[in-house]
């Protein structure tokens, strides 16, 4: 059993105790950094500071009208004789736009048997009119795709011997004959210049379809044209005339 204290060890004990609770007094506490005080223990309501505070946005009225634009182009055709006014939307295919000239146009014929050219180049059903930067105004033209089939192929058969064996055919090819006529000698840099510019070629692929009213006549009086020049052209240089006119060597 403790003896209980007394005298001056009584006054000894309380004078430590006084010391040690004034020591602990002056200690500051410190935290962990994932420290976090129990919910009990967290104020009810965050201190504020008087700051002045902006007043919210307003709100702003948002056009919910579609994203894309919308079109006038003026479609023609020589052969039906056709003028018609449609409204497309940019983001349309150029198939779109064959089927809304059936639709303003009864007398247009079926989509499958139309082509559709913008200042001489050939349209891709596939492709938007955004693709090709129409504007709104522009004219395109129209063509009639011809129904029947193509004409035949020449071939050349030539024959060894009567008891050889049959003769070997070659299709005849445009580009394999030679030019026709004589061939005038122009050596201008400004000559070369011009009709190595597939702008020019453009423009006289746009003149041969406005003159006929099928597809591929326009483009054998197109590739007659080239043909007389190509002599004076590289073989670079056809090959892009050719592909931004969209017309292809038989």
């Avoid at 005038?184 to 510019?197: C, G, K, M, N, Q």
């Amino acid at each position: 059993m403790d003896t209980p204290l007394s005298g001056d060890k009584l006054n000894e004990e309380r004078a430590f105790v006084k010391r040690y609770t004034e020591g602990l007094a002056d200690t500051k506490v410190e935290y962990p950094a994932d420290y976090s005080a129990p919910l009990e223990d967290r104020p009810r309501k965050v201190a504020t500071v008087n700051v002045p505070v902006a007043e919210p946005p307003t709100l702003m009225e948002v056009d919910s009208g579609p994203s894309h634009d919308t079109i006038t182009l003026t479609v023609k055709s020589l052969k039906p004789s056709l003028s018609v006014n449609v409204k497309a939307q940019t983001t349309d295919t150029i198939s779109d736009l064959k089927s809304l000239v059936c639709k303003a146009a009864p007398t247009a014929p079926p989509p499958d048997q139309q082509r559709l050219l913008l200042k001489g180049k050939a349209l891709v059903d596939t492709k938007l009119l955004k693709e090709y930067d129409i504007q709104d105004g522009a004219v395109v033209h129209l063509l009639l795709k011809p129904a029947g089939p193509p004409p035949p192929t020449l071939t050349i058969t030539t024959s060894m011997a009567d008891d050889s064996s049959p003769g070997t055919s070659r299709p005849l090819q445009v580009s394999d004959a030679p030019p026709l006529g004589p061939q005038a000698e122009v050596s201008s840099s400004t000559f070369h210049r011009t009709v190595s510019d597939p702008t020019f070629w453009q423009k006289i692929h746009a003149l041969c379809v406005s003159e006929f009213a099928y597809e591929d006549e326009g483009d054998a009086c197109w590739e007659l044209f080239l043909l007389s020049v190509k002599g004076k052209l590289s073989a670079g240089e056809a090959a892009k005339i050719r592909d931004v006119v969209g017309v292809r060597g038989e």
